[in-house]
């Protein structure tokens, strides 16, 4: 009895071991890249001895943006630290508006699919496909003014994207970004992370997607005046961390199949919250506005031993 007994928790344990097992390799499969907040961002990311690899999957080759303003208080308006929802609107599609073909962006360009894992430099790789930066990048914008549900999660974000790339169409190479508005977020939101990018399935193929919660809620946690200072810098978190989002889907769309470094850290990581020397984060003109934006990895950067950039090559 007792050997039988034993016997039945050594089968529940290595039961519950398998699960376990399925559990964690589902969770990587998923891939979840989170954005830590200020403070939080470990130092290893910044590592400049570390290149970054392909593992093998896709890019973004001809990058896209598609933004969905998620839940009916975006139509109604609303007004945070003497801003409107509609100033934040303009701020963020002026962002994605005028960054597709900018210097900014381009350093994008040297990574590519199509290449055995572990290449870290695409130039003379036969098959090579590359990234493109071309303008006009910004694609869509659209109000789902579906109610929000009580409790924001994962799985309801990816939902959600799934419902704008019904809405916009489906494109292998673009980002779908779901942004909530003012004091609706998952938890987590300015205390361990500020935005996260992730993959899911759709009726026409998987999708790359971004979810960006209201970056003003979480003040300098998320970037509010990493860059300018005062009213001026209110909104500087949208574009610091939407600019980090959208550097990592294009590079990595199915995270962690694209480009990251030994630490699993991606083009936007390794180059976070940087204050000063190079790379440090700064105000960048598009079109005919300034927006504060951190810097991306380049492995070209100082022959072949790479860093943090603002413009490439």
Same mark, same amino acid.
């Given at each position: 009895?007792?050997?039988?007994?034993?016997?039945?928790?050594?089968?529940?344990? !290595?039961?519950?071991?398998? +699960?376990?097992?399925? +559990? @964690?390799?589902?969770?990587?499969?998923?891939?979840?890249?989170?954005?830590?907040?200020?403070?939080?961002?470990?130092?290893?990311?910044?590592?400049?001895?570390?290149?970054?690899?392909?593992?093998?999957?896709?890019?973004?080759?001809?990058?896209?943006?598609?933004?969905?303003?998620?839940?009916?208080?975006?139509?109604?308006?609303?007004?945070?630290?003497?801003?409107?929802?509609?100033?934040?609107?303009? /701020?963020?599609?002026?962002? &994605?508006?005028? !960054?597709?073909?900018?210097?900014?962006?381009?350093?994008?360009?040297?990574?590519?699919?199509?290449?055995?894992?572990?290449?870290?430099?695409?130039?003379?790789?036969?098959?090579?496909? =590359?990234?493109?930066?071309?303008?006009?990048?910004?694609?869509?914008?659209?109000?789902?003014? $579906?109610?929000?549900?009580?409790?924001?999660?994962?799985?309801?974000?990816?939902?959600? +994207? @799934?419902?704008?790339?019904?809405? &916009?169409?489906?494109?292998?190479?673009?980002? /779908?970004?779901?942004?909530?508005?003012? *004091?609706?977020?998952?938890? #987590?939101?300015?205390?361990?992370?500020?935005?996260?990018?992730?993959?899911?399935?759709?009726?026409?193929? $998987?999708?790359?997607?971004?979810?960006?919660?209201?970056?003003?809620?979480?003040?300098?946690?998320?970037?509010?005046?990493? !860059?300018?200072?005062?009213?001026?810098?209110?909104?500087?978190?949208?574009?610091?961390?939407?600019?980090?989002?959208?550097?990592?889907?294009?590079?990595?769309? &199915?995270?962690?199949? #694209?480009?990251?470094? *030994?630490?699993?850290?991606?083009?936007?990581?390794?180059?976070?919250?940087?204050?000063?020397?190079?790379?440090?984060?700064?105000?960048?003109?598009?079109?005919? +506005?300034?927006?504060?934006?951190?810097?991306?990895?380049?492995?070209? &950067?100082?022959?072949?031993?790479?860093?943090?950039?603002?413009? =490439?090559?």
């Amino acid at each position: 009895m007792r050997h039988t007994l034993k016997l039945g928790l050594s089968m529940l344990a !290595v039961t519950a071991l398998l +699960a376990a097992t399925a +559990a @964690a390799s589902s969770a990587h499969a998923g891939g979840v890249v989170y954005m830590q907040v200020k403070g939080a961002h470990s130092a290893r990311h910044h590592n400049g001895s570390t290149l970054m690899s392909s593992h093998g999957g896709v890019i973004e080759q001809a990058p896209k943006v598609f933004i969905d303003y998620w839940g009916p208080q975006w139509s109604a308006g609303f007004s945070t630290g003497g801003f409107s929802s509609a100033e934040a609107q303009s /701020y963020v599609q002026g962002f &994605f508006g005028g !960054v597709g073909g900018s210097s900014w962006a381009n350093s994008t360009t040297q990574y590519c699919q199509g290449v055995p894992s572990g290449t870290t430099n695409c130039a003379n790789v036969s098959g090579a496909t =590359y990234v493109t930066n071309p303008t006009g990048q910004l694609a869509g914008m659209w109000n789902d003014t $579906t109610a929000l549900p009580s409790k924001i999660s994962q799985s309801a974000v990816a939902a959600e +994207a @799934a419902v704008a790339a019904a809405h &916009f169409g489906f494109y292998a190479g673009a980002d /779908y970004m779901v942004f909530t508005p003012s *004091g609706h977020s998952e938890s #987590g939101f300015g205390t361990q992370w500020c935005a996260y990018h992730s993959s899911t399935s759709s009726t026409s193929g $998987t999708l790359s997607f971004a979810y960006m919660p209201y970056q003003p809620d979480a003040g300098s946690s998320c970037g509010m005046n990493f !860059v300018n200072a005062g009213s001026a810098g209110y909104f500087d978190g949208f574009s610091i961390v939407g600019g980090h989002e959208y550097g990592e889907t294009i590079t990595d769309p &199915f995270p962690s199949t #694209g480009w990251l470094d *030994g630490s699993g850290a991606e083009n936007g990581d390794k180059c976070a919250w940087i204050s000063s020397g190079q790379g440090a984060a700064t105000n960048i003109p598009l079109g005919l +506005a300034q927006y504060a934006v951190q810097s991306l990895w380049s492995n070209a &950067f100082n022959s072949g031993v790479g860093g943090c950039v603002l413009s =490439y090559p």
